[in-house]
């Protein structure tokens, strides 16, 4: 049986939230009474990034360098590589930026396809945002409808590996949930399905031996 596997990007691949790192260094403060609002249910993440984005102060150079900078969690690489050995299809889909997504994993030598949120610089040192995958719809107001990216681009049975509130939605719809942080709580609390992880060695092995309980022969598994 083939799956498609959707990977969170921030706090998940990533181990830190790439955009607060980002925000951090180039933003006003004002980023995190923004933040505040989110956290509170106050706003949807669409709009506390629309308006976080909104102050970062920061030319391409600078915050191509700062980017360069990010790592990703190591063992990435073998869940990766699990997934191409089994014939299952890796999108990450991210709540984040594009540029930060595409540049980390193409650093690290990962030809993975994702879908985030579009950072366009408009000069000036000023940045806009814009979401080619939200949805009117979307009950949680999300930049990107992980949901969304999910019927649109799966007919197989799915995976889901996040940390975080834009997986909720997700978690109801697949076949198997990797989860750490607010998304094995979520679980948790709403009694859905999961398995805990802490990093991609964990994941990496928890994958493996889920596949191998379905075919009842060993998995093929990354050295």
């Avoid at 990007?9 to 403060?29: H, M, V, W």
Wanted: hydrophobic letters at 40%; glycine letters at 8%; one cysteine or more.
């Amino acid at each position: 049986m083939k799956f498609h596997v959707f990977v969170d990007f921030d706090g998940t691949i990533a181990p830190q939230d790439t955009t607060d790192l980002i925000l951090e260094r180039f933003a006003d403060p004002a980023w995190r009474d923004i933040e505040e609002e989110w956290r509170a249910g106050r706003i949807g993440s669409r709009e506390c990034m629309v308006r976080q984005i909104d102050l970062i102060r920061a030319s391409e150079e600078e915050l191509d360098a700062f980017i360069n900078e990010i790592e990703i969690d190591p063992g990435f690489h073998d869940f990766v590589r699990l997934c191409a050995e089994g014939g299952h299809d890796v999108t990450v889909v991210s709540d984040g930026l594009d540029r930060t997504v595409g540049r980390v994993l193409r650093r690290a030598g990962l030809s993975v396809p994702f879908r985030a949120n579009h950072l366009e610089w408009v000069g000036e040192n000023r940045w806009r945002l814009r979401f080619p995958y939200a949805k009117s719809d979307c009950r949680v107001l999300s930049g990107h409808c992980k949901c969304g990216s999910l019927e649109a681009l799966s007919t197989v049975p799915r995976v889901v590996v996040g940390d975080g509130r834009s997986d909720f939605c997700m978690s109801t719809q697949a076949d198997l949930v990797l989860a750490k942080g607010a998304l094995a709580d979520y679980c948790r609390r709403n009694g859905l399905p999961y398995q805990p992880f802490t990093d991609f060695t964990m994941a990496t092995r928890l994958f493996a031996d889920w596949l191998e309980s379905l075919a009842g022969v060993p998995a093929a598994r990354s050295a």
